[in-house]
Each structure stands twice: as C-alpha cells, then as structure tokens.
C-alpha cells in the first residue's frame, strides 16, 4: 500500500452516551423499543505531516434491532455500553496509519474481531457480530469526518486515487466479469449529487393507522398519531410496512390497510418489511400472489420487499429467487458486508439496504460490490436522530438509491434533534415528502458541529500512547 502524507492515525477517542425517551413505540421483530441510548464519538487523528484535526460520529445502540434475544433487555444494554468503552479503548490505542477506508477495515479485522471473541468467549449470551458493529460505527464514522476534516475537503472528495492508499481490489473480491482494479468508491457513487431526497415514513407494526386502532394511550404533544395526518403534515410518498411475518392474515390485512389510505391520499410507494421473521419463501410469495389478484394498485404501490428471512445468512441459505422474480428483494440485516452481500446474490436477493451503523468503511465497500455486480441499493434507517441523520443522508445522496432515504427520528422522538434542526432545519423535518440537507455543508461530513449547541453529559476519554 502507499503511504501518503494525508493519510491518519488516531490519537484520541472520547464516548458520551444520551438517553432518548420515544414518543410511541417501535416494534423490532418479537420486542418493541420504547428508549434507546445513542453513542457519540469524538476522535482527534494526527496525520503524518503534524496537523491534527477532530470528527465527530453517532449511532443509536438499538438493542432490540442489533441483538435480538431472550436476554434480558439491560443486560444486552449495559453490554453494548461497556462494549463501545472497550472500543473508545482500543480505537485510541490503534497505530494503524492510513486513508479511513484503510484503517476502518484494519480495526474491523483486528481490534473489533478480537474484542468481540473475548466477549463471547467469556460470557454466557453471544453478542451478535452486528451489535459488534453498530458499537464500533460511531468511532469508525468519527474517523472518516476527522479525516475530511483535516484537509479541509468534504469527506466523499477523498474516495479517489488521490487520498487512498491503495484501490479496491485491496479490499474486494470480483469474478471474471468484474474487476476492483484501478477502482475506488468514487467510481461507483452517482455522478450528480442532489441536496433533496424521497423521504421513506415508517408505518411501524404499533402504529395506528386509523381512528379504529386508537386505545387512548397516544400522546397529545401536537405530533401527528394517525398515517392519513402524517402523509397530509409531510406530503409523503413513500411508505415502509413493518409487518409481522409470522401472521399471513394480518400482514396481507396492514398492507391493504396502508395501501388503501396511501391510494386515497396520492403517495405513490410502499415497502413491506417482513421483519426477519419468515423461514419459508413460499410465506411472502402467497401474499404477493394474493395482492396482485386482488388488488392490482397495492401491488403495484410496492416498490421492493425487505430482509423477510433470519438475519444469519450462512446459517439459514434459503433460496429466495421464488420472492425476487415477484418483487425486488433487498438484504438488511443478513448484509453485515460485502462477503454476505455476495452469498445473498448467489441466494437469489437482488438489492442491499445500505446503514453508516455497520461503519461507514462496511457500508462504502458493500456499496461498491454490490454495485459493480448489478444489485439495487437502499439506505435504511435506524431512527438516526441527532449527528446520526447526517452521514446517513449522505450515503444515501452518494449511493443513487432505488429511491430516496428511509429517515424516521422524527416519528420516533422529534424532540431529541432539536439542536442540530436549528442549523440544520431541512434535514429533521420531511416537507412536500423529501428531506433537505442543503445546510450541510464544510469539511468532513458537513455536520457544521461548532454552530450545534447541544450540552453533553460526561465523556469517556482514552488517548493513545
């Protein structure tokens, strides 16, 4: 690989962790999220001419979603907390030198790996490797936005020969049709980044849909409860239906439910998120049959299907080419990186929803294969608020998706972004059914942090030696 004078280190590593309260549920196959704490990283990196600079990364540590399990709840929690302290750890202690995408798979392979065995071997519940990866995503990211930082450039201006040690081939395997050779993530990005993007609303497995579900329990806090004022307050268009995947009768009923008020009020797309809960292709192809006979609109509304299936694709190699010949199928939770993305093509998935929580560096390099093999892409949300929402929008805007964004924060809990949407105000609110991030704007990933005034808790801070 070749050095270059702009490539980093780390140096620092600080974590804080704040606690959000959600405003109403969010069911995560067989539990439901009612708070969440969000991750916060910040790292100084020193590159190899002296000058040091400082990025910032997010991710909710989502625990029903990374790590589902009969587990109690807070011990899961307090895991994937001490986890990201080991990681602030090892982060600040790791001597690698190099472009983010060099030293982010570095860390994935070495320290994160290795961290991620002791854990397992010295506990009684096996973390998962996603969980893993959600904890080390904040610090990864932070990584990639020091780095822009600290050559002035915005971060996706440095994916190129100009700024990485060595081109993709280092990172990828292809086949005889596709080569990595001479290739780096800008050759696959869209040629024309736009500041506006399709906003995806969650219609989520708790949610009502109408007056008929209301028990009461809502809250009166002047946000919409109801889909038809959700899709009436932000012109939406586009509508992701968790359903259950373990209950044909109702998830055909949500979808003809949504489908029917999406119709009435002129949006124009639906997703069907089966949860991960099916273990039989032949479950999801009855339901789409039936639709297609009986309600030809809704079955046409419906742009893709998302991650039916377990999300261990090694373990569970269900042939789904059955489910992709009806609709597109796009790979979630089993698309940890691109080796699994490559197993899930041969498996018969032909689109990858994308998330900056499984690292950027994951993200950029499943992108890449993925893209350079003819599959659709996506970027899904994990109700980023805050920090978070930005390098997830990002990707999105760089990645061409099938179509714009799944972005629910402000579903979920509105209130916690509030400092962020006063420099930032289109990028927390969904209007005429996009986001907007013209705001974002400067080096590294824009996030324009020194104009954000959010008080912190406490920091964790570890520095390298």
Not at 89 to 94: M, R
Not at 201 to 214: A, F, N, Q, R, Y
Not at 298 to 327: C, T
Not at 427 to 453: H, Q
Request: net charge negative; glycine share 6%.
């Amino acid at each position: 690989m070749q050095q270059k004078q702009t490539d980093i280190r780390v140096v620092r590593a600080e974590l804080y962790l704040l606690p959000i309260q959600t405003r109403v549920p969010l069911k995560f196959g067989n539990e439901t999220l009612t708070h969440v704490t969000v991750a916060r990283a910040r790292v100084r990196v020193e590159n190899r001419k002296g000058t040091v600079a400082e990025g910032w990364g997010e991710t909710p540590l989502s625990v029903q979603w990374v790590w589902p399990s009969a587990v109690a709840y807070e011990t899961r929690h307090e895991a994937l907390k001490a986890f990201c302290v080991s990681l602030a750890k090892a982060w600040a202690s790791f001597e690698a030198c190099g472009h983010p995408m060099t030293v982010g798979a570095a860390f994935q392979a070495g320290p994160l790996h290795d961290l991620w065995r002791e854990y397992n071997a010295t506990h009684d519940h096996a973390m998962p490797w996603l969980a893993a990866l959600v904890c080390c995503s904040l610090f990864d990211i932070a990584v990639h936005d020091a780095y822009g930082n600290s050559l002035n450039l915005p971060t996706y201006a440095t994916y190129n020969a100009d700024f990485m040690n060595c081109d993709l081939s280092a990172f990828l395997e292809g086949d005889a049709s596709v080569s990595f050779a001479k290739k780096h993530p800008q050759d696959f990005f869209v040629q024309q980044c736009v500041q506006r993007l399709p906003a995806w609303h969650l219609v989520g497995g708790k949610d009502p849909i109408d007056e008929s579900e209301l028990d009461g329990s809502e809250p009166n806090d002047g946000y919409p409860v109801l889909l038809r004022d959700w899709i009436a307050r932000d012109g939406l268009k586009c509508l992701k239906v968790k359903l259950r995947g373990n209950d044909a009768a109702w998830d055909y009923d949500r979808l003809m439910g949504v489908g029917d008020i999406a119709a009435e009020m002129d949006a124009d797309w639906l997703s069907a998120d089966f949860n991960c809960t099916v273990t039989d292709p032949a479950y999801v192809n009855e339901i789409l049959d039936r639709l297609m006979i009986e309600s030809p609109r809704v079955y046409g509304m419906l742009l893709y299907v998302e991650q039916p299936f377990p999300y261990e694709l090694e373990e569970h190699r269900i042939d789904v080419h059955s489910v992709s010949a009806r609709k597109p199928l796009f790979m979630d939770e089993s698309a940890h990186d691109w080796k699994l993305v490559r197993l899930g093509r041969e498996l018969g998935w032909t689109g990858v929803a994308l998330k900056t929580c499984k690292t950027q560096t994951g993200a950029l390099l499943s992108l890449c294969w993925a893209k350079a093999h003819g599959m659709t892409l996506m970027v899904q949300d994990l109700t980023n608020p805050m920090l978070a929402q930005i390098p997830h929008v990002l990707l999105a805007a760089h990645a061409g998706t099938i179509m714009g964004v799944e972005t629910n924060a402000m579903q979920f809990y509105p209130e916690a972004s509030n400092a962020e949407a006063k420099v930032h105000p289109g990028l927390y609110t969904r209007r005429k059914g996009r986001v907007d991030f013209a705001s974002v704007s400067g080096p590294g990933f824009g996030y324009r942090a020194t104009e954000i005034n959010r008080p912190l808790p406490g920091s964790i801070i570890l520095t390298g030696v």
